[in-house]
């Protein structure tokens, strides 16, 4: 007896089709949701509702899908940024607005800035694209040299990052009020110490005065 094959043959699903995008979408909502120790192959599989074969064909490695996540983490981070430096004094506002990113995405702000990246620059690097800008800020609010500038936001810039670091950890947690009067304090102080030093120099008193000054 003769059958017709067509009738035979089971009929195969269609290959699933996961864009490289979905993957990222995926892991990245995983990353927020449960944070980086969630982040392997089968979770994000799993979140997906694929195999990890997708996951490989998309990206060559885990490492090379977690950088990818640290550039999406990061474009988030300057969104905030954005509008900080948009928001009041641009120097305070950017301060202000690292510090709600540590506060509104912990998670982000811990891959970020308290955990070593492979494959990423320092933490220095990775400010680059706010760096000039806010220097130039700086520079234009307070009459300062370059260099005294520099030295103004680093010395800034520790201090919000420990107040980030509290807030990201859960350590302590501050209104928006104290914050905004903590980074006016700082900022004032340090940077009437700086021009005091500056004016002191000028004037020849070189043993009261900072030598990079």
């Not at 003769?2 to 699903?13: F, H, I, Q």
């Not at 269609?14 to 490289?20: E, F």
């Not at 980086?36 to 490695?61: D, K, L, M, V």
């Not at 936001?153 to 209104?175: K, N, P, Q, R, S």
């Amino acid at each position: 007896m003769l059958y017709n094959k067509s009738y035979l043959e089971v009929p195969m699903p269609p290959k699933q089709r996961i864009s490289k995008e979905t993957i990222l979408e995926t892991a990245f909502t995983l990353l927020r949701r449960e944070g980086e120790a969630a982040i392997n192959a089968r979770s994000i599989a799993r979140a997906a509702g694929c195999s990890t074969q997708p996951i490989f064909s998309a990206y060559s490695s885990m490492d090379e899908l977690r950088e990818a996540l640290c550039r999406k983490a990061l474009a988030v981070y300057n969104q905030y940024m954005e509008r900080g430096l948009q928001n009041g004094p641009a120097f305070k506002g950017a301060g202000a607005a690292y510090i709600a990113f540590a506060r509104e995405e912990p998670v982000l702000f811990r891959l970020l800035y308290m955990t070593p990246l492979r494959g990423m620059n320092s933490v220095t690097g990775r400010m680059d694209e706010n760096w000039a800008r806010i220097l130039q800020v700086v520079q234009e609010a307070t009459g300062l040299s370059k260099p005294l500038a520099e030295r103004l936001y680093l010395d800034c810039w520790i201090f919000v990052h420990g107040i980030a670091v509290m807030e990201a950890t859960g350590t302590m947690h501050f209104t928006e009020e104290q914050i905004s009067t903590m980074l006016s304090d700082q900022f004032l102080g340090i940077c009437g110490r700086l021009h005091q030093q500056a004016a002191l120099k000028e004037k020849g008193a070189a043993d009261y005065a900072d030598p990079e000054c």
